[in-house]
Nanobody, 124 residues
Framework: QGQLVASGGGSVQAGGSLRLACTASGYFHRDLCMAWYRQSPGKEREGLATLGQNGNYLRYADSVKGRFFISRDNTKNIAYLQMNDLRPEDTGTYFC?????????????????RGQGTQVTVSS
């Protein structure tokens, strides 16, 4: 069974940048769609970005479009989330997720592989 491990969180001031990484290890049966989501206090879980195995499927939440960018290095089994122009409302715990085969948008319930979260704190 494969595992996902997220890293790269931290504390930054508004306007700053962070890059999160999600490393997939172990055995995955098929191609993976990779995704990022976050959980903020008092808010519902929010899917942020998703990217297909071959880069042929890409979606962003409106709240991060133009500021966050998802990418992946399939040779290293790593997915990244580059976060620019961070805002205090971006504060939360960020998680990576994956599902077998095709992506299905930003509804995280469809993603059956989940990693532990990494905390992002943005101060004003």
């Amino acid at each position: 069974q494969g595992q996902l491990v997220a890293s790269g969180g931290g504390s930054v001031q508004a306007g700053g940048s962070l890059r999160l990484a999600c490393t997939a290890s172990g055995y995955f049966h098929r191609d993976l769609c990779m995704a990022w989501y976050r959980q903020s206090p008092g808010k519902e879980r929010e899917g942020l970005a998703t990217l297909g195995q071959n880069g042929n499927y890409l979606r962003y939440a409106d709240s991060v479009k133009g500021r966050f960018f998802i990418s992946r290095d399939n040779t290293k089994n790593i997915a990244y989330l580059q976060m620019n122009d961070l805002r205090p409302e971006d504060t939360g715990t960020y998680f990576c997720a994956a599902k077998d085969d095709a992506c299905v948008g930003l509804t995280m319930v469809a993603y059956n592989y989940r990693g532990q979260g990494t905390q992002v704190t943005v101060s004003s």
